[in-house]
């Protein structure tokens, strides 16, 4: 079987628990089981775990600017714009992503008018993917809403670009308790495996091809009147 080599990738896994370190995440147990098989691959792995910073409520990019003391954001969206692939990772409560998940999604939203070097949105030629965990039903539909927002800011979102873990549901065990048996999950590591490689398969075709052409899709050239085979519809 061909290896392919992805050790020019970056990826950035941002845990999205409620938990601040370091108390023990069970979403960052499985989000491990896909940072093992990119550093194994040559990937260059950072992660962070959100709610270990001060970041501020809102949707512009450096909130000190709308009256809060304090904003970690900027400093922390360097480095996750730094990565070609960003996994966000998130529990379930009440059948939704964490709170805090949904912060990350809006401060990303507060960046994605600016501009790359195309004139195109800023993330497009990144590559973004999910991992889910729980004691509810819900790994579809967070995954859903995660992935969804991705793609409308300009990440790029691969075949099965999600994975996740569902223990029985209500109280009992979660993802690390040895009772669960979650590490012996043959779905769960099948899909974990899949959506790994395919954030990878994909950062690499987009990196060695420099992202998306600008043809068709550059604000920019939008903005200076370019309108490709576009025509406003004849209304009759």
Known sequence: ?????????????VNCTLKRTPEISHTQGLMDVSIKIMEKEGVQVSQLRL??????TGVYPDMTDYNWEKDDWPRLFKDIFDADILVIGTPIWLGEKSSV???LIERLYSMSGEKNKKGQYLYYGKVG???????????????????YALQHIGYSVPP????????????GPSYLDKESNAAEND???R????MTYNLMHLAKLLKENNGYPAYGNSRKDWDNGARWKFENPEYR
């Open 187 to 189: 779905f769960t590591n």
């Open 101 to 103: 998940a949904q912060m």
């Open 51 to 56: 709610v270990d910073y001060d970041v501020a």
């Open 160 to 171: 099965q670009a999600d994975c996740g873990w569902l223990g029985e549901v209500g109280p």
């Open 191 to 194: 899909n974990t495996t899949f």
């Open 1 to 13: 079987m061909d290896t392919i080599d992805f050790s020019g990738l970056k990826a950035m896994y």
């Open 129 to 147: 993917g999910c991992v889910i965990t729980g004691n509810e039903d819900g790994v579809k539909h967070c995954a859903m809403g995660l992935l």
